[in-house]
C-alpha cells in the first residue's frame, strides 16, 4: 500500500530506504514449514507461489536500485533488470527446504502444480510491459477475485490488448504470446476461424467475459488478424515517464520463450 501506486508501479527510491520491511516477508517466505504449507488449501498454495514470485523481483530491483549498468546492454532499456543478468535464472530464495529461482517458480511450481494460466495477469517481473503490481498479497479465498479484476484492468488498458474493429485487427502484448499455448487447455476450441491459430484464439477466449457486447461479437466472428506488441522492459518505476506504445509486430506460430 505505501510503494505501489494505483499504476501498479514501485517507488523503488522509498522502499530501498526502508527496504527492511521486503526484508522481513521474504525471510518469512524462508522459514515456512512445509507441515503448514501442506495444511493450506490449492489456492493458498498458488496465492503464496504467486507472492513469493512478486516480492523475489521486488528485492531483485530494490536491491540493484538505481539500475545504471557501466556497460549497458543494448537490447533493454537502460534501467532494466535485464541489465543485471540473468536475473530469472539466478536469482533465488530458499523456500519449503529447497532454492527456487524466479524461471523455476513461474514454469515449473505454478504450471507444472496449478496448471492455470491465469497466473500471467498476475505475476510481476519488474518491467512495465508486466501487469500492474496490486497494493495488497494475492490470498487464497480471494484468488478468483482477484485474478478477475487483474484480466478486468489489462482489458481496458490498449498496452495489453487494443481490439481495432474498423481494422479488423487485435494487438496484444507480447507476454500473452510467450505463453498462448497455456491457455488452450481452459479456453481452447475446436474452431478458429481466421484466426491466426488456436493459441491466440485461446487467449482472446481468457478475455471474452470482461469485454463489451461489440467486442465479444467481432472476436466471434473470427475475421481479424492478431498483432503482438514488443514487451516494455523498463522498470516499473514510479519515477520514469511513461513511453509511447510500440508498434505491433506480426502473429507467428511459434510460442516463444521469455527472452
Same mark, same amino acid.
Given at each position: 500500500?505505501?510503494?505501489?501506486?494505483?499504476?501498479?508501479?514501485?517507488?523503488?527510491?522509498?522502499?530501498?530506504?526502508?527496504?527492511?520491511?521486503?526484508?522481513?516477508f521474504?525471510?518469512?517466505?524462508?522459514?515456512?514449514?512445509?507441515?503448514?504449507?501442506?495444511?493450506?488449501?490449492?489456492?493458498?498454495?498458488?496465492?503464496?507461489?504467486?507472492?513469493?514470485?512478486?516480492?523475489?523481483?521486488?528485492?531483485?530491483?530494490?536491491d540493484?536500485?538505481?539500475?545504471?549498468?557501466?556497460?549497458?546492454?543494448?537490447?533493454?532499456?537502460?534501467?532494466?533488470?535485464?541489465?543485471?543478468?540473468?536475473?530469472?535464472?539466478?536469482?533465488?530464495?530458499?523456500?519449503? &527446504?529447497?532454492?527456487?529461482? *524466479? /524461471?523455476?517458480?513461474? +514454469? @515449473?511450481?505454478?504450471?507444472?502444480?496449478?496448471k492455470?494460466?491465469? =497466473?500471467?495477469?498476475?505475476?510481476v517481473?519488474?518491467?512495465?510491459?508486466?501487469?500492474?503490481?496490486?497494493?495488497?498479497?494475492?490470498?487464497?479465498?480471494?484468488?478468483?477475485?482477484?485474478?478477475?479484476?487483474?484480466?478486468?484492468?489489462?482489458?481496458?488498458?490498449?498496452?495489453?490488448?487494443?481490439?481495432?474493429?474498423?481494422?479488423?485487427?487485435?494487438?496484444?502484448?507480447e507476454?500473452?504470446?510467450?505463453?498462448?499455448?497455456?491457455?488452450?487447455?481452459?479456453? &481452447?476450441?475446436?474452431?478458429? *476461424? /481466421?484466426?491466426?491459430? +488456436? @493459441?491466440?484464439a485461446?487467449?482472446?477466449?481468457?478475455?471474452?467475459? =470482461?469485454?463489451?457486447?461489440?467486442?465479444?461479437?467481432?472476436?466471434?466472428?473470427?475475421?481479424?488478424?492478431?498483432?503482438?506488441?514488443?514487451?516494455?522492459?523498463?522498470?516499473?518505476?514510479?519515477?520514469?515517464?511513461?513511453?509511447?506504445?510500440?508498434?505491433?509486430?506480426?502473429?507467428?506460430?511459434?510460442?516463444?520463450?521469455?527472452?
Amino acid at each position: 500500500r505505501q510503494y505501489v501506486d494505483d499504476q501498479g508501479l514501485v517507488d523503488y527510491a522509498a522502499l530501498r530506504e526502508n527496504q527492511q520491511v521486503l526484508d522481513r516477508f521474504i525471510l518469512g517466505i524462508s522459514r515456512l514449514e512445509m507441515s503448514t504449507y501442506r495444511l493450506w488449501t490449492q489456492s493458498e498454495q498458488e496465492a503464496f507461489w504467486i507472492n513469493v514470485y512478486n516480492a523475489l523481483l521486488l528485492k531483485v530491483a530494490t536491491d540493484f536500485y538505481p539500475i545504471s549498468p557501466e556497460l549497458p546492454n543494448p537490447e533493454y532499456p537502460s534501467d532494466s533488470v535485464r541489465q543485471l543478468g540473468d536475473v530469472f535464472t539466478k536469482s533465488s530464495i530458499e523456500v519449503l &527446504g529447497g532454492t527456487v529461482t *524466479p /524461471e523455476k517458480i513461474e +514454469k @515449473n511450481v505454478l504450471r507444472d502444480n496449478f496448471k492455470d494460466p491465469r =497466473v500471467h495477469v498476475a505475476l510481476v517481473c519488474a518491467a512495465k510491459g508486466c501487469p500492474p503490481l496490486r497494493k495488497e498479497p494475492y490470498r487464497g479465498e480471494q484468488l478468483n477475485q482477484q485474478l478477475n479484476e487483474q484480466l478486468k484492468r489489462i482489458s481496458e488498458d490498449p498496452k495489453y490488448i487494443l481490439i481495432q474493429r474498423d481494422e479488423r485487427r487485435v494487438n496484444l502484448s507480447e507476454l500473452f504470446k510467450w505463453y498462448r499455448e497455456e491457455y488452450v487447455d481452459l479456453y &481452447g476450441t475446436s474452431e478458429a *476461424p /481466421e484466426r491466426s491459430n +488456436k @493459441n491466440d484464439a485461446a487467449v482472446l477466449n481468457y478475455f471474452m467475459s =470482461v469485454l463489451s457486447n461489440e467486442d465479444q461479437a467481432f472476436l466471434t466472428e473470427g475475421k481479424y488478424g492478431v498483432l503482438y506488441m514488443p514487451y516494455d522492459w523498463s522498470l516499473n518505476d514510479q519515477r520514469t515517464a511513461p513511453k509511447a506504445l510500440p508498434t505491433p509486430i506480426s502473429s507467428t506460430n511459434n510460442i516463444d520463450a521469455r527472452p
